[in-house]
């Protein structure tokens, strides 16, 4: 492993917010950052820097979805 997308992946593991958002992730289900913020009682804007973290690190895929369809 390259040393920059190792250092990714030793960042997302390093917090136990990138922990406990894997394991909610877990089942495969796609999740939004609301969700995972709410399920886990942490804000938004830090479910959202994790989940960012694990993607970089190589842990999850990113799905981007259209503007203007959520209900």
Known sequence: MEE???AHAARALSSDHGLRILSLLKNGRW?????VAHTLGIHTS????????????????RRTRKAGTRK
């Open 46 to 61: 830090t479910a959202s820097k994790w989940l960012y973290e694990l993607h970089r690190g190589g842990f999850l895929a």
């Open 31 to 35: 999740r939004i950052a609301s969700e």
């Open 4 to 6: 920059k997308p190792f």
